[in-house]
């Protein structure tokens, strides 16, 4: 159904993490995937999808104080209206009346009533593994649905879950009518049915009344369901025909029909465009189950639609909506932006950066938005954007844990600027409410990365995945090697070409992934095997050591050094046949590159016993794994 959002799943998100996979299949994964960001709920039988709920607060732009708005503003309750009347019912415009679009086709009143609602709420967080390491990703709650005008001055009639949690909400007219900010003035969650109202610059011409007296409805009637399915970039309604299948055991209606995600809230009417209910829920996909909707008949929203009038609310509501008018159509341009053209299209921009392929134009033109507005949860939607975009290049561009570890170039550039832009509008969004970081888990990740954290903004937040820890930043892993060696020592023109092996353990590590220079102390255990020249002996040492190591420069290229002291030592020789010995003058070196995980070197040994003059010298080179 039309679901309170349409951004993909953080599965989906999965799929742009994995390196091997191309730009065009990460478009893919996103258009074709999982329409739901949020886990979709059983209606009430178990077998009907709808968005299950994101409990936020319900918050507006900032504003500033206005005087009492006039009665020409406030919707009056509708009129009573005599039993069996449908004065309430428009009728239909004839077949050859202009219409209001311009597409070869003939669009009715119906579709001029039907609008398309956006809704943003908050930002959760997933934590993804990525190339190399655990990635946080936000989770913008961004989506659409469908609803109709009911008044017109301004109420708009859609489903509960499509504006469930919303922060802010708009309303785009159809066929580029406009956009308008909304405020969310009643909700019936067991309906299913929320009332919205908008501030026209005039009165709406094309309204779809909600009788007060019903029209009979029979099963296998024909009826119509009109809405936004699927792109929330569509400009005009979709119509989906099929029939009344049947009426449910609380009083809505069963339809036989195709609906897709986006359709919820959208009008249902009859044969002669009578308005007849509104869809709110489809057939569990996942579990097999299609061609089945939902719908709320006329009937039920009567009482709804006539509450919202006679407490008040809507008077409540316009005043607010008059109250800094300019906040609340920045508010709705940004949440516009951000539902018809975000996340998918965003995040493929960023992976054609990463490939040099593309330039990141939509996040460009979420900055410039971002520079307009000073409203904390918008701030904090849009700051998303750009850190998932930056994390998306890291992957791109080798999984590199941070853009200052990307070489020189163009990822290494647009990498750098999302992150930077998503720090900042953070630390906007923290300046405008110090408390956000309370109720969005995506702020509260990000607070401790800050130049100024915000206090009491740093910590966990429960219930958050993956908040209140940062990704893996451990930055060191066992050093293993494996190599060749030449014994020039143990006697006099004695000398040995064989192999060396080792391992050392860190117990004490400075620095992370992200440090320049990194320092630790380890343990481990050696092995070295050698052929003597001209004889078929061998000399054989096996040792364990302590070993200061010292690694300098960038993640994916750095010089390392070690030097490990060995003052016990077993070995086997054919001119020394005891089987342990002390050597504090016993020492193994080693110096080399490490190339992200990879390590080369050249490596020295120097080994000399208590009770002998001479000393063994030995010489080779490793290769191997490092931190």
């Known amino acids: 159904m039309g679901e309170a959002t349409q951004r993909p799943t953080w599965q989906s998100r999965a799929l742009l993490l994995v390196p091997r996979c191309t730009v065009a299949l990460g478009a893919a994964a996103f258009l074709c995937g999982s329409l739901t960001l949020v886990p979709l709920a059983a209606a009430q039988s178990g077998d009907l999808t709808s968005p299950a709920p994101t409990p936020t607060q319900q918050t507006a732009p900032a504003r500033t104080s206005a005087p009492p708005t006039s009665a020409e503003h406030v919707p009056p309750p509708p009129a009573a209206s005599p039993a069996g009347s449908t004065e309430h019912i428009p009728s239909p415009p004839p077949a050859s009346a202009p219409t209001p679009f311009a597409h070869g086709l003939s669009y009715g009143l119906v579709d001029a009533a039907t609008v398309r609602v956006f809704a943003v709420g908050g930002v959760t967080t997933e934590e993804l593994r990525g190339r190399y390491h655990r990635r946080v990703v936000a989770i913008p709650q961004v989506g659409h649905g469908s609803g109709f005008v009911i008044d017109p001055r301004g109420v708009i009639a859609t489903a509960a879950h499509v504006v469930r949690g919303a922060q802010h909400v708009a309303v785009r007219m159809p066929n580029g009518g406009g956009l308008l900010p909304a405020v969310v003035v009643r909700r019936d969650e067991e309906l299913d049915f929320a009332v919205l109202l908008v501030r026209p610059p005039a009165r709406l011409q094309h309204v779809l009344r909600i009788p007060t007296t019903p029209r009979p409805l029979a099963v296998r009637q024909t009826v119509d369901v009109v809405g936004y399915p699927l792109d929330a970039a569509r400009e005009q309604p979709q119509s989906s025909r099929g029939i009344i299948s049947g009426a449910r055991d609380d009083g809505r209606l069963t339809l036989s029909v195709s609906v897709n995600p986006g359709n919820s809230g959208g009008p249902i009417v009859d044969e002669h465009e009578n308005l007849v209910g509104m869809i709110i829920a489809r057939g569990n996909v996942e579990r097999g189950i299609q061609g089945i909707g939902i719908a709320v008949p006329t009937a039920r929203m009567v009482p709804v639609v006539r509450a919202a009038y006679d407490t008040g609310d809507l008077r409540l509501a316009s005043r607010d909506l008059e109250r800094d008018p300019a906040s609340w159509q920045r508010a709705a341009e940004i949440v516009d932006v951000l539902a018809r053209f975000g996340d998918a299209r965003v995040l493929v921009e960023a992976a054609g950066a990463a490939e040099r392929a593309a330039r990141p134009e939509h996040l460009e033109r979420f900055a410039r938005l971002a520079d307009a507005t000073e409203n904390a949860s918008l701030l904090a939607l849009l700051a998303a954007y750009f850190w998932d975009a930056a994390i998306l290049i890291l992957e791109r561009s080798g999984g590199a844990f941070q853009a200052s ?34 109720r969005s888990p995506f702020l509260a990740y990000l607070a401790p990365h800050l130049t100024n954290p915000p206090r009491g903004a740093v910590g966990h937040v429960a219930g958050a995945p993956g908040v209140g820890a940062a990704p893996s930043q451990r930055g060191w892993m066992p050093l293993v090697q494996a190599g060749y060696v030449y014994n020039f020592g143990g006697g006099p023109g004695v000398s040995a070409h064989g192999v060396q092996l080792s391992a050392t353990v860190p117990f004490f590590i400075t620095g992370d992934v992200t440090s320049t220079v990194r320092f630790a102390l380890g343990a481990g255990i050696g092995f070295e095997w050698a052929k003597v020249d001209g004889s078929d002996h061998g000399a054989m040492a096996t040792y364990g050591h302590l070993s200061p190591v010292l690694r300098v420069g960038a993640r994916h290229a750095a010089f390392i050094a070690q030097i490990s002291w060995s003052p016990l030592s077993a070995t086997r020789t054919p001119w020394r046949a005891h089987a342990w010995s002390v050597s504090p003058i016993g020492f193994r070196f080693l110096a080399g590159a490490t190339f992200r995980r990879a390590l080369v070197a050249l490596t020295a040994r120097l080994h000399s016993e208590l009770d002998e003059s001479s000393s063994d010298l030995a010489l080779g080179f490793v290769a191997g794994t490092s931190f």
């Open 405 to 438: 570890d990307l070489p020189l170039g163009h990822a290494r550039t647009h990498a750098m600027a999302a992150q930077n832009k998503a720090y900042e509008l953070a630390t906007r969004a923290f300046e405008a409410d110090p408390e956000i970081g309370h």
